[in-house]
């Protein structure tokens, strides 16, 4: 998740986002309470948040259609999802190595 998170942070600044705040609920399963998932729901509900930065929609759940219902429901609220580009299809195309996202 460090790599991931890392990776964000570096692209949310190429992008020229502000200072990104992290939700992260890693080692829980779907089964247990996500206090950040819930937490980020709440800001972007109240309009406090207009772009989630994500490796990919996976991170919400990982039943596809879950995660997809997720991504709706964050749009839904006018906040934009924005996915970070896959390192690997990076490369394929003739970008950087995953440490340069």
């Known amino acids: ?31 247990q309470p996500l206090p950040e998932l819930d937490r980020l729901n709440e800001y ?12 990919g929609p996976f991170v919400f759940a990982l039943d596809d259609s879950e995660s997809r219902a997720m991504v709706l429901h964050i749009q839904d609220t006018h906040c934009q999802v924005v996915e970070m580009p896959s390192p690997r299809l990076s490369r394929q195309a003739g970008g950087t190595d995953a440490g340069s996202v």
């Open 44 to 55: 972007v509900s109240q309009g406090f948040i207009d772009v989630v930065l994500i490796p």
């Open 1 to 31: 998740m460090w790599t991931h998170r890392s990776a964000l942070l570096r692209y949310a600044r190429d992008l020229g986002l502000p200072q990104p705040t992290v939700f992260l609920d890693n080692g829980r399963t779907s089964r």
